[in-house]
């Protein structure tokens, strides 16, 4: 990087007294003295001694001229208060300063053997204090957002906020602070600490057409340029009920050049060792281990994974919550050509809750309580029942629809679903798509070619957004509609022995269950991360408004935004308070169940800004990047590059020492 010298003056005026040098000159060149005429009587001896004198004489005077003409010089530069910079910047400090400490989990990173990343920032803002004089007001801010930037500090007082911050769970990306920043209508110089993770590109593309402002951004660069952690994990079923196959499976994600090898990962269930396994993970690469889930095991809800790491460690567990979920609530409603196939299917089994309604007999708040409603071969819906199903579907529910060959189209309609005729030819059914996540877990070998049954295409879903399962022409039997809320799932024709041979296939029986177990888990979730802004739970217990849910991790209890939509309780992810770890849920005192937390996997990445990019952004008028080790360092690079150096004690001194060899020459030479 090119380096520029800059000598500036705070009084420029002042040099017009250098004009003034020109009186020694010429006092020198024209001695202006009177001469006094003394006679005597013989003057050789007097000749002889004036023209020794003379040859004497000369160099001396010239010297004291110099030292008189230095004195003034160096006495009027000292008046004009030179100011040294060592690059070309014409930026001065403020008076109010900003100073923002990235204290996320990355900056536990290490950056020397017995330095992490997050104590070298802390060195780094004691320094920027240091290089502003006593009057300067100081604000601060840190990714937990846990002061106002109206609240104004001293040097002494900012210093001790330092020594109080903690390392913090909250990440923030360049925009979000500059964003803050300019809401509080903060102006002057902002100090931006941080190692620059890279969350976007061209993030930092505000700062520079932030003309506001100057900023100073000093990044810091740590030893480690790899990581291993947890990209994701899933249970292959998406459900935890009965004696049905499961596995949990775990994604571990390797960000950088190295290689890792015999990475010890290990499953927990309340803290007691259930599997471990010993992994590669190839560079830039990604490796899925498995985990045989036992049902009867113990402690599903508080499970964790974990891996060792030594290299980064606040990334190194994975916390999970594999609730097993209660009885499915499944309610029919029946039209009066319906099949006994869905009651035979669901009713008297341990894994659900059947309920069936006659058409014209419907309990709408007993509806409303299901997970899934069959409307099973329905030739017309009554306003009562679709009022019910509208209802239902905004609280995010599943609808199960078996047509009839007398149904009205524009009933559908009022549910958001375009339905129409089609060719009524039968056809057999294709191959199930296994890349499909509805098959999770249906089959045992998806190598082998199933036998599939019959349908005829009788009704076409317009707006679909899935076919579960198609006919070998392409069309849908079973498709997923296109909703903005809940789910809806429409069959191509009724269950009628005419019209399909689907009820008494084989697939028919994992394909319901299915349907009405995803309807029940579709809001349960392993795991949230601290940077969602929302987390859905699903109740077994009917709340009001008025009953206040917490989240509890054991120490300290959180009273986020919430709501209660039908059986679900929504809750604002409080990011700022929380941590990675397990909650549980409690009304009062009582438990309705646990949800786990991690941290976002922005704070895993290694990807960073350069210190090119950084120097690219510099160029920018209001930008400038400062590298520093310590503080020590920022304090130079401040004062040097954009305070500058006051030289003017320095002129006065050499004014004062050019003075004193002037004396010094006229008294002994």
Avoid: C
């Avoid at 057999?428 to 098959?439: A, I, R």
């Avoid at 296939?505 to 949230?528: D, Q, R, T």
């Amino acid at each position: 990087m090119t380096i520029y010298t800059a000598l500036t003056f705070a009084n420029p005026a002042v040099l017009w007294g250098l004009l003034a040098l020109a009186i020694p000159v010429i006092i020198h060149l024209f001695n202006f003295r009177r001469v006094k005429r003394v006679q005597f009587s013989n003057i050789a001896l007097l000749k002889k001694v004036k023209e020794e004198s003379s040859s004497k004489r000369k160099p001396v005077e010239l010297l004291i001229l110099l030292s008189r003409l230095l004195f003034l010089a160096f006495l009027i530069l000292a008046f004009a208060q030179p100011i040294f910079k060592d690059n070309a910047n014409d930026q001065e400090l403020s008076d109010e300063v900003l100073i923002y400490l990235d204290n996320s989990l990355s900056m536990d990173m290490p950056v020397s053997s017995q330095q992490s990343a997050f104590d070298r920032a802390y060195s780094l803002s004691t320094g920027v204090v240091d290089a502003y004089p006593e009057s300067a007001k100081f604000k601060f801010l840190e990714n937990g957002y846990g002061n106002s930037l109206n609240t104004s500090y001293t040097a002494s007082t900012i210093k001790d906020r330092f020594t109080e911050l903690e390392l913090s769970g909250v990440g923030r990306s360049m925009d979000e602070i500059q964003s803050r920043i300019a809401a509080s209508g903060f102006r002057g110089d902002v100090y931006l600490i941080s190692d620059f993770q890279k969350s976007r590109e061209n993030e930092l593309g505000n700062i520079a057409s932030d003309s506001l402002r100057n900023y100073y951004l000093m990044p810091i660069e740590g030893e480690n340029n790899s990581n291993l952690y947890f990209d994701t994990a899933y249970l292959e079923n998406s459900f935890l009920l009965g004696a049905m196959k499961n596995n949990l499976k775990v994604v571990l994600k390797n960000e950088g050049a190295e290689d890792f090898e015999d990475v010890n990962l290990r499953l927990f269930f309340d803290d007691q060792l259930a599997s471990t396994a010993l992994l590669n993970v190839a560079a830039n690469g990604i490796t899925e281990h498995v985990f045989e889930i036992d049902q009867s095991t113990k402690g599903l809800n508080n499970a964790k994974v974990t891996l060792d790491d030594s290299k980064v460690l606040f990334d190194n567990e994975y916390f999970l919550t594999l609730n097993n979920i209660e009885k499915v609530i499944v309610h029919e409603v029946k039209g009066p050509d319906s099949n006994g196939f869905i009651e035979q299917l669901y009713a008297d089994n341990e894994l659900f809750n059947y309920k069936a309604f006659n058409a014209n007999n419907i309990d709408n708040n007993e509806l409303l309580q299901s997970d899934i409603i069959i409307l099973n071969q329905l030739s017309d819906f009554s306003n009562q029942l679709i009022s019910a199903l509208k209802t239902f579907l905004e609280r995010n529910g599943t609808v199960l629809i078996i047509p009839s060959v007398e149904s009205n189209f524009q009933t559908f309609s009022q549910l958001g679903l375009t339905i129409r005729f089609d060719s009524d030819e039968r056809l057999g059914l294709g191959q199930p798509n296994f890349q499909n996540p509805f098959f999770d877990g249906v089959f045992e070998n998806t190598n082998e070619a199933i036998a599939m049954p019959e349908a005829s295409i009788t009704y076409r879903l317009i707006n679909s957004e899935l076919g579960v399962l198609n006919f070998k022409n392409g069309r849908e039997f079973l498709s997923k509609a296109e909703l903005t809320l809940g789910n809806a799932y429409v069959f191509s024709s009724d269950f009628s022995a005419e019209a399909t041979s689907f009820p008494s296939h084989s697939l028919f029986v994992p394909v319901m269950y299915k349907l009405a177990l995803g309807s029940k888990v579709n809001l349960s979730k392993l795991y949230y991360l601290t940077d969602e802004q929302t987390m859905v739970y699903p109740l077994e217990e009917s709340l009001t408004a008025n009953d206040i849910v917490t989240l509890s991790d054991g120490e300290n209890k959180i009273t986020p935004d919430q709501r209660i939509s039908g059986k679900s309780l929504i809750m604002e992810i409080p990011k700022d308070e929380l941590k990675a770890g397990h909650y549980t849920i409690l009304k009062g005192e009582t438990e309705l169940g646990t949800i786990a937390f991690n941290q976002s996997k922005a704070e895993s990445s290694v990807e960073r800004h350069s210190i090119d990019e950084l120097e690219t952004i510099a160029q920018a008028k209001n930008i400038n990047l400062i590298q520093a080790e310590d503080g020590i360092e920022v304090n130079r690079e401040l004062t040097a590059g954009i305070k500058g150096i006051n030289l003017w004690k320095y002129a006065l001194m050499l004014g004062l020492l050019f003075l004193f060899a002037e004396v010094i020459l006229i008294r002994y030479l």
